[in-house]
């Protein structure tokens, strides 16, 4: 997961790009550069580790007047974090920086040097920089080449070029991976990962869609297709990085499609997963997993644990962090203890994982905070590179979790054999559609925001759901007791009528989910059960239920894992939305932190 930031304009620029990287350092970095153009010339810096580095390299460069410049933060997927391969990559006369994967990377690469091209990085970004000067040789228009170019581009990316044959000019195109452009009355552009940079800089901003390409100069902004709208960027720093959204954790919700990419980016491939993260040993005399982590981070673990246990046919246990501590557990040194932890600062699941390290045991973390205490104590972490998460309930570090978790019950499936080669294409398959699922979910918002005026009361709320569905919906009685102060709790579909059904009557609200891909008859009996008893029931499911008081109907899918990822956001949006008609702060709902750092 990388950052990038562009400029246009006539401030002095190497303090304009640094200023906006370091905005985006949260997205974790391990090497940064800019390229600074003006009157045709261009200077690029280049350093490995922090900011600070470039800022050492940097000291006595300085700009004034019109210019125009492109910066990066890299997080590592094709080489090694070296300053070679930091960007911006150059070619003759242009610079790139690049956000994403070029899947065919390696296919142009070759077609290139077989023409006499050299390349000085182990980078899939390189490639688009002398693609993109042989294109030049064939098309006049520098617009026209570069068009060319990312046409022949496969994967994700969001990616700013500037060349010195268009002196005041940065080329842009955006596919799968967040690009922001911003404008201002100083005839000033900018261009950001995310809206951090441009707080209190650009005053008006358009969020790219995928597929757009096009060029800026401090005159003109041109996009094909003609899809860029510009909205007013607030200059306060709250409102501003809401983004239009009443909540974080609206927005998070909203952004889980474009977080969801960076996940997947150099780790899902085009027939396997890899994690640049393991060393080739790592796995070596494990033979059982144990999770161990609290909350929202619990329930991605139970989740995974049937994925485990399916596919990689490993035996894995699921402890809450805080039992954990005090149980004295049994711990065998074939075990990978892993951690799973949004801030990496939680105690419980620290203490745990120091109690697991004591033992001799190898440990994981699955964190989206580098440097944590988590991470730093952990002997191997996986990011999960979520972004900054603001709302106290968790969402997106939830999604993205639990696709680490997926891939990483896959990663394990193939080391140990389990899977044949036609079953991990399937899941692999599945996991490339995740994004644009998180995406269409959205289409519910509406009638979520309807149906939450009848879910204000009641006695309670039970979530039920079996198999992977019922660590689900845990998930979904959490997310709604912790901002709407209901009373919610989520249980197996199947276990109702051993005590809780005890409860059923109109005022018990049932929210069901019912996918069609596992065990949807098992679990339409459950319910059954509950309306026979007069339960209020909402189901969620692709296959109209005629029992059900209400209903969200969700697409139809083939892999379950694409329903999980479909009902989890409609059960984000349904607690929001009811959270706001009771008119609570759903950002920070009382008694609870972002971050538990006591026992
Ligand atoms: C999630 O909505 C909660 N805020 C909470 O359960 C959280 O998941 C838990 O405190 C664990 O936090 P962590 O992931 O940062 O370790």
């Not at 008859?521 to 499911?541: C, F, G, P, Y």
């Given at each position: 997961?990388?950052?990038?930031?562009?400029?246009?304009?006539?401030?002095?620029?190497?303090?304009?790009?640094?200023?906006?990287?370091?905005?985006?350092?949260?997205?974790?970095?391990?090497?940064?550069?800019?390229?600074?153009?003006?009157?045709?010339?261009?200077?690029?810096?280049?350093?490995?580790?922090?900011l600070?580095?470039?800022?050492?390299?940097?000291k006595?460069?300085?700009t004034?007047?019109?210019?125009?410049?492109?910066?990066?933060?890299?997080?590592a997927?094709?080489?090694?974090?070296?300053?070679?391969?930091?960007?911006?990559?150059?070619?003759?006369?242009?610079?790139?920086?690049?956000?994403?994967?070029?899947?065919?990377y390696?296919?142009?690469?070759?077609?290139?040097?077989?023409?006499?091209?050299?390349?000085?990085?182990?980078?899939?970004?390189?490639?688009?920089?002398?693609?993109?000067?042989?294109?030049?040789?064939?098309?006049?228009?520098?617009?026209?080449?570069?068009?060319?170019?990312?046409?022949?581009?496969?994967?994700?990316?969001a990616?700013?070029?500037?060349?010195?044959?268009?002196?005041?000019?940065?080329?842009?195109?955006?596919?799968?991976?967040?690009?922001?452009?911003?404008?201002n009355?100083?005839?000033e552009?900018?261009f950001?990962?995310?809206?951090?940079?441009?707080?209190?800089?650009?005053?008006?901003?358009?969020?790219?869609?995928?597929?757009?390409?096009?060029?800026?100069?401090?005159?003109?902004?041109?996009?094909e297709?003609?899809?860029?709208?510009?909205?007013?960027?607030?200059?306060?720093?709250?409102?501003?990085?809401?983004?239009?959204?009443?909540?974080?954790?609206?927005?998070?919700?909203?952004?889980?499609y474009?977080?969801?990419?960076?996940?997947?980016?150099?780790?899902?491939?085009?027939d396997?997963?890899?994690?640049?993260?393991l060393?080739?040993?790592?796995?070596?005399?494990?033979?059982?997993?144990?999770?161990?982590?609290?909350?929202?981070?619990?329930?991605?673990?139970?989740?995974?644990?049937y994925?485990?246990?399916?596919?990689?046919?490993?035996?894995v246990e699921?402890?809450i962090?805080?039992?954990?501590?005090y149980?004295?557990?049994?711990?065998?040194?074939?075990?990978?203890?892993?951690?799973?932890?949004?801030?990496?600062?939680?105690?419980?699941?620290?203490?745990?994982?120091?109690?697991?390290?004591?033992?001799?045991?190898?440990?994981?973390?699955?964190?989206n905070?580098?440097?944590?205490?988590?991470v730093r104590?952990?002997?191997?972490?996986?990011?999960?590179?979520?972004?900054?998460?603001?709302?106290?309930?968790?969402?997106?570090?939830?999604?993205t979790?639990?696709?680490v978790?997926?891939?990483?019950?896959?990663?394990?499936?193939?080391?140990r054999?389990?899977?044949?080669?036609?079953?991990?294409?399937?899941e692999?398959?599945?996991?490339?559609?995740?994004?644009?699922?998180?995406?269409?979910?959205l289409d519910v918002?509406?009638?979520?925001?309807?149906?939450?005026?009848?879910?204000?009361?009641?006695?309670?709320?039970?979530?039920?759901g079996?198999?992977?569905?019922?660590?689900?919906?845990?998930?979904?009685?959490?997310?709604?007791?912790?901002?709407?102060?209901?009373?919610?709790?989520?249980?197996?579909?199947?276990e109702?009528k051993?005590?809780?059904?005890?409860?059923?009557?109109a005022?018990?609200?049932?929210?069901?989910?019912m996918?069609?891909?596992?065990?949807?008859?098992?679990?339409?009996?459950?319910?059954?059960?509950?309306?026979?008893?007069?339960?209020t029931?909402?189901?969620?499911?692709?296959?109209?239920?005629?029992?059900?008081?209400?209903?969200?109907?969700?697409?139809p899918?083939?892999?379950?894992?694409?329903?999980?990822?479909?009902?989890?956001?409609?059960?984000?949006?349904?607690?929001?939305e009811?959270?706001?008609?009771?008119?609570n702060?759903?950002?920070?709902?009382?008694?609870?932190?972002?971050?538990?750092?006591?026992?």
């Amino acid at each position: 997961m990388c950052g990038i930031v562009g400029f246009i304009g006539q401030r002095e620029i190497k303090r304009q790009l640094i200023e906006g990287l370091r905005e985006l350092e949260y997205r974790g970095y391990d090497s940064a550069g800019i390229a600074v153009m003006q009157d045709a010339h261009i200077q690029s810096f280049k350093a490995v580790g922090k900011l600070s580095n470039l800022d050492e390299k940097t000291k006595n460069f300085e700009t004034s007047g019109l210019g125009v410049g492109i910066g990066h933060t890299r997080w590592a997927t094709h080489g090694k974090p070296t300053e070679l391969n930091a960007h911006p990559h150059m070619g003759e006369y242009s610079y790139v920086v690049h956000n994403g994967i070029i899947e065919n990377y390696r296919e142009i690469k070759t077609a290139l040097e077989k023409v006499g091209v050299n390349f000085l990085s182990q980078t899939d970004t390189e490639v688009i920089v002398h693609l993109f000067e042989k294109e030049v040789e064939r098309y006049k228009n520098l617009f026209d080449a570069f068009k060319a170019t990312i046409d022949q581009l496969d994967g994700a990316y969001a990616v700013l070029l500037v060349s010195q044959k268009a002196p005041d000019t940065i080329f842009f195109a955006r596919k799968g991976s967040p690009m922001i452009i911003g404008k201002n009355r100083n005839q000033e552009v900018f261009f950001a990962s995310s809206d951090a940079p441009l707080i209190g800089e650009a005053e008006e901003v358009a969020y790219m869609e995928d597929g757009t390409i096009g060029y800026a100069t401090p005159d003109t902004i041109y996009a094909e297709p003609d899809s860029l709208v510009f909205v007013p960027l607030a200059g306060d720093k709250l409102t501003a990085q809401k983004g239009g959204y009443r909540f974080f954790m609206e927005k998070e919700i909203y952004e889980q499609y474009d977080v969801m990419n960076d996940t997947m980016i150099g780790r899902v491939l085009d027939d396997d997963v890899a994690f640049e993260e393991l060393n080739e040993a790592f796995l070596d005399g494990i033979s059982r997993i144990k999770f161990c982590a609290c909350g929202t981070s619990y329930h991605a673990a139970l989740a995974s644990s049937y994925l485990f246990e399916r596919q990689a046919k490993i035996p894995v246990e699921v402890e809450i962090a805080s039992e954990f501590r005090y149980k004295e557990p049994l711990l065998t040194d074939d075990t990978l203890f892993v951690v799973i932890s949004q801030s990496g600062e939680t105690a419980d699941t620290l203490e745990a994982l120091k109690m697991a390290k004591n033992a001799g045991l190898r440990t994981l973390a699955i964190c989206n905070v580098d440097n944590s205490s988590i991470v730093r104590l952990a002997d191997a972490t996986i990011l999960t590179r979520a972004g900054i998460e603001k709302g106290v309930a968790s969402t997106k570090a939830f999604a993205t979790q639990v696709m680490v978790l997926w891939m990483l019950a896959l990663y394990f499936a193939k080391k140990r054999g389990t899977l044949n080669a036609t079953a991990i294409q399937k899941e692999v398959e599945a996991m490339s559609r995740v994004p644009s699922v998180l995406k269409k979910a959205l289409d519910v918002h509406e009638k979520c925001k309807r149906l939450s005026k009848r879910y204000l009361h009641g006695h309670g709320f039970f979530f039920i759901g079996r198999d992977i569905f019922y660590p689900l919906a845990l998930e979904g009685a959490l997310k709604l007791k912790e901002i709407s102060y209901l009373h919610a709790e989520g249980y197996p579909a199947g276990e109702m009528k051993h005590g809780p059904i005890a409860l059923a009557d109109a005022e018990l609200f049932t929210i069901a989910l019912m996918p069609k891909t596992l065990l949807y008859d098992k679990t339409k009996s459950n319910v059954e059960e509950l309306s026979a008893r007069d339960s209020t029931i909402l189901a969620i499911s692709p296959e109209f239920f005629d029992l059900a008081d209400d209903f969200i109907l969700t697409h139809p899918h083939e892999h379950m894992m694409l329903e999980f990822f479909e009902m989890m956001v409609v059960e984000q949006l349904l607690a929001m939305e009811v959270a706001i008609r009771l008119g609570n702060d759903v950002d920070m709902p009382r008694n609870l932190a972002k971050s538990v750092t006591v026992e």
